[in-house]
């Protein structure tokens, strides 16, 4: 791994803290095979912009990348009020290609309520927990490839060669943050690289996000705002609904539960 550029040694670096926690600085050098000022240089960046925390002679990612099953509890309520506010944009007989994450299981969820039209769709996802939700319910494609359990998804580029195979009417997106100057982000530069693979292949895409979001962007930007459809939040500030508007993106908020 001592070939690794450092875009690619600050994802694997994110993907070990988030898979095990907490690593000492000598294990991630040990892990990368990078020399140790170069490891220690690499936490500094990262550290500084947010995403880990240098504690006790290595580091953890930051309290905000928590684990999958932590994020599915956080606002289920309001993901489901958006997931059912995504729904209104589908019509029968498309292809959908439903990401992977908490929100995006909300919208799986959501569409198991709605059997009338759930039927009649083809929806394809690299999400394990989706597909197991939908299993039965439509007609079904799971993209294979590499498991990234934070969020139980497949990645990699077996599952970048299998999605390139389709097109899609529509691709419902989630992501960790939106900068405000750069688009949606995403904590994983693997999964970034991947939505924006089937956002080429989409004729819409709708980001579905709550409000809270927007402000402080993540490592890896994947769309500017005119690539996006559509916005599905539960509240947007003047200053985000001005970005999306602007750069011709519409914005749907939510109705109360």
């Known amino acids: 791994m001592s070939n690794l550029h450092a875009q690619e040694r600050h994802q694997r670096i994110m993907q070990l803290l988030r898979e095990r ?83 995006a299981r909300a919208v799986a969820r959501a569409l198991k309520r709605r059997p009338e039209l759930t039927r009649t769709l083809r929806v394809v996802t690299h999400g394990i927990d989706i597909a197991y939700d939908l299993n039965g319910e439509c007609d079904l494609y799971v993209v294979g490839g590499e498991v990234y359990g934070s969020t139980y998804s497949l990645t990699g580029p077996d599952a970048l060669r299998a999605l390139e195979r389709y097109r899609y009417d529509l691709f419902f997106v989630g992501c960790t943050s939106i900068d405000p100057e750069r688009g949606p982000t995403n904590s994983n530069l693997t999964e970034a690289h991947q939505k924006a693979a089937i956002m080429a292949r989409s004729a819409k895409s709708v980001l579905i996000a709550d409000g809270h979001k927007w402000g402080a962007g993540d490592f890896a930007p994947f769309a500017h705002f005119g690539q996006l459809s559509a916005w599905v939040t539960d509240q947007a500030t003047p200053e985000a609904r001005a970005a999306f508007q602007e750069a011709g993106a519409e914005v749907l908020e939510a109705g109360p539960a």
């Open 21 to 103: 926690g907490f690593m000492k600085t000598q294990a991630l050098i040990a892990a990368l095979g990078a020399s140790g000022a170069t490891v220690r240089r690499d936490l500094e960046a990262l550290a500084a912009a947010g995403q880990i925390d240098r504690v006790h002679g290595g580091a953890s990612p930051r309290s905000g990348d928590i684990r999958y099953l932590q994020r599915q509890r956080q606002e289920a309520p309001a993901k489901a009020r958006l997931a059912a506010a995504a729904l209104d944009l589908l019509r029968p007989g498309q292809t959908v290609y439903l990401d992977a994450g908490t929100t």
